[in-house]
């Protein structure tokens, strides 16, 4: 199976610190992708990566980076968190194409105070 | 710009009774179409997913969908759910071209089953 990790299911941090998401995927997809989650909004894209050091932005990117230093790993910063970046943020990772269907880790609760 | 509709956000089902779960897709082509469901606190799980080929695909769990080009439609449905069968559910459709962009998801359907 498929199995894609994130580095910690709840994490509570300050307005302005420098927030890091990793996610960690073990199948050797090409794609991984940050995504946000907000009630009634469903899910957006944050970012996404097709290759080792290669970075799309997707619908909602300010405020965020990513890093993809090694193809299993995928990172997610919050250069100033603020309160509005409170969110669940769920990982994703597939082979190349957008045929081919994305699965999923558990999920990080960020909550910005 | 291609974009899904989920039109229900909370749907109640009783035990036992059957369930069809709407998604509506806007895309100039034939898309990939995906449902995914989520269990509280979880990741989201593939349930089954549409490319090419016969309409009605089976998925996991007892689920099925059907995708209706002349309606833009691909609903999931159940003949007889399970209390267990109570998440969130997620439509997604994918571009058909290119090989590395994010999926657009519909804003979820919250499933409620009553005993």
């Known amino acids: 199976d498929v199995k894609v990790t994130q580095s910690s299911r709840y994490l509570v941090k300050r307005t302005g610190e420098k927030v890091f998401l990793e996610c960690v995927q073990d199948m050797d997809h090409e794609n991984m992708f940050w995504y946000r989650q907000d009630p009634g909004l469903g899910l957006r894209l944050i970012y996404f990566?097709?290759?080792?050091?290669?970075?799309e932005k997707g619908d909602i990117p300010e405020g965020y980076s990513v890093s993809r230093e090694k193809k299993e790993r995928f990172s997610l910063i919050l250069e100033s968190a603020s309160t509005n970046q409170t969110s669940m943020y769920l990982c994703?990772?597939?082979?190349?194409?957008?045929?081919?269907?994305?699965?999923f880790g558990d999920g990080t609760r960020l909550s910005i105070l | 710009a291609q974009s899904v509709t989920q039109p229900d956000i909370h749907i109640t089902v009783s035990e036992g009774a059957s369930l069809e779960l709407r998604c509506n897709y806007s895309y100039g082509a034939t898309p990939y179409l995906f449902w995914y469901v989520q269990s509280p606190g979880q990741g989201l799980q593939l349930l089954l997913k549409y490319f090419s080929g016969d309409t009605l695909v089976q998925g996991i769990k007892g689920f099925e969908a059907e995708f209706k080009r002349s309606q833009s439609s691909f609903n999931l449905r159940k003949p007889s759910v399970h209390w267990s069968d109570a998440a969130e559910y997620f439509c997604?459709?994918?571009?058909?071209?290119?090989?590395?962009?994010?999926?657009?998801f519909g804003k979820g359907t919250h499933l409620i089953i009553q005993p």
């Open positions: 990566s097709y290759d080792v050091k290669m970075k």
């Open positions: 994703a990772s597939s082979f190349w194409g957008n045929n081919q269907p994305q699965h």
């Open positions: 997604a459709v994918g571009y058909s071209g290119g090989g590395a962009d994010g999926l657009t």
